[in-house]
């Protein structure tokens, strides 16, 4: 092995390649072992570094450089997932379980490390470590459909508390180590912190909402603004001696006021879930010494178990100390506990300064990964089980069976919207090999609707209007646009075609649609790549800025001949309710079956599964009549359960659900397996802003 590491060049690019190799490999086959990709990241570093293979030094330039860009960055991403809007719709049940889910562990870890012999300022650290908590199953709980359910609402609101707090009691444990820990010394600490944090909440929600005003849609100058902001902040954590991930963490919260749920958003945790969050887990693994790893597992292991069964009792007794004051019933508080049990973002970032600061040793540490990996993996596995059971089987107010029949049904989203006049399908052409099955789909949709059909081709725009490439794009606009109208009139559905020149295709697609009063944007197919997830696709795009639903369709024969329809569905929410009626009113188009696929957890109770049974069943009467079953069926894997159903039906109707990152590590998603597996035709069916 000293052969082949001598044969490397000395190059920092060889430490990058390095974790990019693994970055890329690693996650995915741990995933697959149903182990979360965070362990095989620090597992590879473990291997890498200095206690087996030598490959990475954890002291090198680039390690230490993308360890620290990675922490930042993590606690960057876990402030940025918190909607401050959401705490102030909860903030006395957020405080509440806040309170008592730092309290209660805080105070339980610091007797723990002191019954174990630690130093007052070790023993409060530790118990520091405990106090916070990392959302790491929130997708499970969107996946579910009970975001909106108090007890998840008061844990998400909670973690603003708990990791500022965290942060704070280790600013003051940093100082009390270097000595500096006096009466006067703390309240000079905390009035500068309390500056700090309103002029980082304050300057950057202004200063971004000038910025992006000014600088309209770029998202790329969006993007770097956005990256000044956190490491801006990073550094002026530091001016006031206050640890860099606490400046990081108040640029998220500030941050996510200003990008919103939008592309920016987006890209910013996707390019910190698959570049500097992963480094930052691989580096945290090249500090882990195996013998010392093995002699926390012998001879410290008393003390690893205590810390991890501490944290999960109380945590436990956290959650059940709110129940009598706000009257939750059991499956809440055991959410409620579950979700807030996985230690990852904070307690992983406060624990490698304690190490680098000498308050805690090698020992202490590699119990606290311990600690992580363990509640990583017990948390939202307890998070899927106990979730389920606050699903709401009530359906929605529907007051017609329409395919626009709901605008009303959810304020959040539809507020102002003003849809009158026939329906409308806008249906963007750009590709003459999709555009006959796209066009069929939409003129059986506009004719069952009694609407019509507008075929819109958007060509770029250019500086000068009479640009020969601009005069050739527009001849073969107006060709595609004759023939989706001639199509059109041949399925005895009104076309009204649209020839737009603009800066932008995503824009004036859904600029054309706004201007139209369109009932549904109806797109073609196009797949995803690394650079698509990177820089977005056309079909991102439409989808964050349409007012109206969008419809993307992969169709691989005619609309006509697709007879079987399956439209799996997990809860009854008015954008899920939309979706089936989607499918319903196309099924109604052509006399087409559709079959309604429920896939439960295994530990569902009975009278639950029967209770969304019914509510299916109603949300399926109140629609079109026409054929249609329902099949409920178990599985740990529902993209599984689905693919397998789907090879008896023509098409799949899925709900659009955008990814969500926890802990800054992408997070599997039902819907894009069965995107990339199905074998059938498919339509992906999105609300606006989903």
Same mark, same amino acid.
Not at 95 to 112: E, R
Not at 326 to 331: A, C, L, Q, T
């Given at each position: 092995m000293n052969g082949l590491l001598n044969f490397l060049p000395d190059s920092p690019i060889v430490s990058f390649t390095v974790l990019l190799l693994v970055t890329l490999i690693i996650p995915p086959i741990f995933e697959r072992l149903r182990l979360p990709g965070l362990v095989g990241l620090l597992a590879a570093g473990v291997i890498l570094g200095p206690s087996v293979l030598g490959l990475l030094d954890p002291a090198g330039d680039v390690e230490t450089l993308l360890s620290d860009v990675g922490k930042i960055y993590l606690m960057f991403v876990?402030?940025?997932?918190?909607?401050?809007?959401?705490?102030?719709?909860?903030?006395?049940?957020?405080?509440?379980?806040?309170?008592?889910?730092?309290?209660?562990?805080?105070?339980?870890?610091?007797?723990?490390?002191?019954?174990?012999?630690?130093?007052?300022?070790?023993?409060?650290?530790?118990?520091?470590?405990?106090?916070s908590h990392t959302l790491l199953a929130y997708p499970i709980v969107m996946r579910l459909g009970v975001t909106k359910e108090p007890a998840v609402t008061a844990t998400v609101g909670a973690t603003i508390f708990t990791d500022i707090g965290a942060l704070l009691v280790l600013a003051m444990c940093v100082a009390a180590e270097a000595g500096e820990f006096s009466a006067q010394t703390v309240a000079t600490q905390l009035f500068m912190l309390g500056i700090f944090a309103i002029a980082v909440l304050v300057g950057i929600d202004w200063a971004g909402k000038q910025y992006f005003q000014r600088n309209g849609d770029r998202e790329g100058n969006q993007f770097l603004f956005v990256l000044a902001a956190v490491f801006l902040a990073a550094v002026g954590s530091q001016l006031i001696n206050v640890d860099k991930i606490v400046g990081a963490f108040l640029a998220g919260l500030a941050v996510n006021d200003v990008v919103g749920n939008g592309p920016v958003k987006e890209k910013v945790e996707f390019v910190g879930g698959v570049l500097f969050i992963p480094f930052f887990f691989v580096c945290m693994g090249l500090?882990?010494?195996?013998?010392?790893?093995?002699?926390?597992?012998?001879?410290?292991?008393?003390?690893?178990?205590?810390?991890?069964?501490?944290?999960?009792?109380?945590?436990?007794?956290?959650?059940?100390?709110?129940?009598?004051?706000?009257?939750?019933?059991?499956?809440? #508080?055991?959410?409620?506990?579950?979700?807030?049990?996985?230690?990852?973002?904070?307690?992983?970032?406060?624990?490698?300064?304690?190490?680098?600061?000498?308050?805690?040793?090698?020992?202490?540490?590699?119990?606290?990964?311990?600690?992580?990996?363990?509640?990583?993996?017990?948390?939202?596995l307890l998070t899927a089980r106990f979730a389920g059971r606050l699903i709401n089987p009530k359906l929605p107010r529907v007051e017609t069976a329409s395919l626009w029949f709901d605008y009303g049904a959810n304020p959040d989203n539809h507020q102002g919207s003003d849809i009158t006049g026939p329906f409308t399908v806008v249906v963007p052409i750009y590709n003459p090999v999709t555009q006959r099955y796209l066009i069929e789909m939409a003129a059986l949709l506009a004719s069952?609707?009694?609407?019509?059909?507008?075929? #819109?081709?958007?060509?770029?725009?250019?500086?000068?209007?009479?640009?020969?490439?601009?005069?050739?794009?527009?001849?073969?606009?107006?060709?595609?646009?004759?023939?989706?109208?001639?199509?059109?009139?041949?399925?005895?559905?009104?076309?009204?075609?649209?020839?737009?020149?603009?800066?932008?295709?995503?824009?004036?697609?859904?600029?054309?649609?706004?201007?139209?009063?369109?009932?549904?944007?109806?797109?073609?197919?196009?797949?995803?790549?690394?650079?698509?997830?990177?820089?977005?696709?056309?079909?991102?795009?439409?989808?964050?800025?349409?007012?109206?639903?969008?419809?993307?369709?992969?169709l691989l024969t005619e609309p006509i001949h697709i007879h079987r329809i399956l439209v799996p569905m997990k809860t009854v929410t008015p954008q899920a309710v939309r979706t089936v009626r989607f499918a319903q009113v196309f099924a109604d188009t052509h006399n087409a079956s559709v079959t309604l696929l429920h896939v439960c957890d295994r530990h569902t109770p009975d009278d639950q599964v029967k209770a969304l049974e019914t509510a299916f069943s109603k949300a399926m009467t109140e629609g079109p009549q026409i054929s249609w079953n329902l099949r409920t069926l178990p599985g740990d894997n529902p993209a599984d359960v689905i693919l397998e159903t789907a090879q008896s039906h023509d098409m799949i109707v899925l709900r659009s659900m955008r990814r969500r990152t926890a802990g800054g590590l992408a997070v599997s998603d039902v819907t894009h397996q069965v995107i990339d597996e199905a074998t059938c035709s498919l339509v992906l069916f999105g609300e606006p802003h989903t």
């Open positions: 876990a402030g940025l997932e918190i909607d401050l809007k959401d705490f102030k719709r909860t903030r006395n049940r957020s405080l509440g379980f806040g309170f008592t889910t730092f309290a209660v562990p805080l105070t339980t870890g610091l007797l723990l490390s002191r019954a174990f012999g630690f130093d007052w300022i070790a023993a409060v650290l530790i118990g520091s470590l405990l106090a500090l882990l010494d195996l013998q010392v790893f093995v002699e926390s597992m012998t001879t410290n292991l008393a003390f690893t178990l205590a810390l991890t069964g501490t944290l999960i009792l109380s945590k436990f007794v956290a959650a059940m100390a709110t129940k009598p004051f706000y009257g939750y019933s059991w499956s809440q #508080v055991l959410t409620m506990w579950s979700l807030s049990m996985p230690q990852v973002a904070a307690t992983l970032a406060a624990a490698l300064v304690g190490l680098q600061q000498g308050i805690i040793s090698g020992l202490e540490f590699n119990a606290v990964i311990v600690m992580m990996l363990v509640t990583s993996v017990v948390g939202p069952h609707e009694k609407g019509f059909v507008i075929p #819109v081709t958007v060509a770029r725009a250019h500086v000068h209007m009479d640009d020969p490439n601009l005069v050739n794009t527009l001849g073969q606009c107006r060709k595609l646009l004759h023939k989706a109208e001639t199509l059109s009139q041949d399925l005895n559905a009104q076309a009204y075609s649209v020839l737009r020149i603009d800066d932008d295709v995503s824009e004036g697609i859904t600029r054309t649609a706004r201007e139209q009063n369109a009932s549904l944007i109806l797109l073609g197919w196009s797949r995803r790549g690394f650079r698509a997830r990177l820089f977005g696709t056309l079909v991102d795009e439409v989808f964050w800025s349409s007012h109206c639903p969008v419809a993307v369709a992969r």
